[in-house]
């Protein structure tokens, strides 16, 4: 399956002073797409029906100002977070498949909140980043952590992906 992707930021958030860098993030995704897309234990998405050849989806970098209005907004919590996904895909019984290529959505991360909590989780900046990247990739799959089950599969998953990257 082909993917294709747009990275951006939102806000004013000085990416450089952080030391993050996009084109070093799209040779990361794209290494973390081809092992996502070749996890047999995924294949259970509605992306595997056969009847899509490509998936496109957004990442965006900002600061934790917008993540929280972000978060105020369309999930009623006022605080800011580490990442937030808006799915078009499964979310939306509406979704659309265009010449075989679904687009999932945006992955939305706080350059900000991932520095603050790269200590608490044993990481550098960069292995929070790629932490919340295939967190979000696989909420835009269709997986999400509503259970104890679902949370520990999830999780497996981010780890598996993280060791082979």
């Avoid at 030391?19 to 092992?35: A, G, N, Q, S, T």
């Avoid at 078009?88 to 659309?96: C, E, I, Q, R, T």
Wanted: charged fraction near 30%.
């Amino acid at each position: 399956m082909k993917s294709s992707f747009t990275l951006t930021k939102l806000d004013d958030i000085n990416l450089r002073s952080h030391k993050i860098y996009l084109k070093d993030y799209r040779v990361e995704i794209k290494k973390i797409l081809d092992i996502i897309l070749n996890t047999k234990e995924l294949y259970s998405s509605r992306i595997f029906n056969g009847e899509i050849s490509k998936i496109s989806f957004d990442v965006a970098f900002c600061n934790d100002e917008t993540i929280r209005e972000l978060n105020k907004t369309y999930r009623n919590k006022d605080k800011a977070t580490d990442v937030i996904t808006f799915s078009l895909f499964f979310d939306d019984f509406n979704s659309v498949i265009y010449r075989k290529t679904a687009n999932l959505g945006q992955i939305i991360i706080s350059v900000e909140t991932a520095y603050r909590q790269k200590d608490e989780n044993n990481n550098d900046l960069r292995k929070e980043i790629l932490t919340l990247l295939i967190h979000g990739i696989l909420h835009l799959l269709g997986f999400d952590h509503l259970t104890k089950k679902d949370y520990d599969f999830v999780v497996s998953i981010q780890n598996k992906v993280l060791r082979q990257i």
